[in-house]
């Protein structure tokens, strides 16, 4: 079993539609990531979360540490946020990393 | 101006060569870090650099060598390449302690 499950794991939204992505994770951690892969390769960071919920343009973070869950929500999802989601999380003993394996989105016109 | 950036960005050579992916940041970043993306575009992370010191190292085989000249360089050196090497490998970096971290575009090593 990963230490970092995503779900889902393939999601078709409309445009203007609200996007839930799931993360859930098994170890004690510092941080939690969410990346975003465009369809040309490239990663990028969208939020790094120790507690809490933080916003960016459209984009909402959450986190709960008690229940090991973090949550991104996209609101009023656009074609150009297509792209693979991916919920990393950084752990709070011997400096590892895992990943979830991403949620892929397509977001239809 | 590229932050972190990554050559070659493609990489195509036979079985038991050995080859270098040179990883430069122009951020002022503390920590480095290597990844690798396999077929399934499952990330893993490989090493990880800070102040020339490393403090991640995953099981992954000792062909591989991370090398940083400076803070500012990461590069990796992999010997006897094998088929099953063949991935997208991402450079990144990021201040010290859990901060954002900033990818390079990826190599894409191809291992015929």
């Known amino acids: 079993k990963n230490e970092v499950e995503q779900s889902p794991q393939n999601l078709t939204a409309q445009e203007g539609e609200f996007i839930t992505i799931n993360c859930s994770y098994s170890?004690?951690?510092?941080?939690l990531h969410w990346l975003q892969q465009h369809p040309g390769g490239g990663i990028v960071s969208l939020f790094m979360l120790s507690s809490g919920k933080k916003k960016h343009g459209r984009l909402i973070a959450t986190i709960n540490i008690q229940e090991k869950h973090s949550s991104l929500h996209i609101t009023a999802s656009h074609p150009r946020d297509s792209a693979v989601y991916i919920c990393a999380v950084s752990t709070n003993t011997g400096n590892q990393f895992y990943f979830g394996t991403g949620t892929s989105l397509t977001v239809i016109p | 101006d590229t932050a972190v950036s990554q050559t070659p960005k493609y990489l195509v050579t036979q079985m038991g060569n050995d080859k270098s992916i040179k990883c430069e940041q122009n951020?002022?970043?503390?920590?480095m870090y290597w990844y690798k993306q396999d077929s399934k575009k499952f990330l893993k992370i490989m090493f990880s650099y800070n102040n020339k010191e490393l403090i991640i190292n995953e099981t992954v085989p000792n062909r591989f060598s991370p090398k940083s000249p400076d803070k500012a360089h990461l590069n990796l050196h992999i010997n006897s390449l094998e088929l099953g090497d063949s991935a997208v490998y991402f450079c990144?970096?990021?201040?010290?302690?859990?901060?954002?971290?900033?990818f390079g575009d990826g190599t894409r090593l191809s291992i015929l």
């Open positions: 990144a970096s990021s201040q010290m302690g859990d901060q954002p971290q900033h």
């Open positions: 170890v004690g951690i510092s941080a």
């Open positions: 951020l002022g970043h503390d920590t």
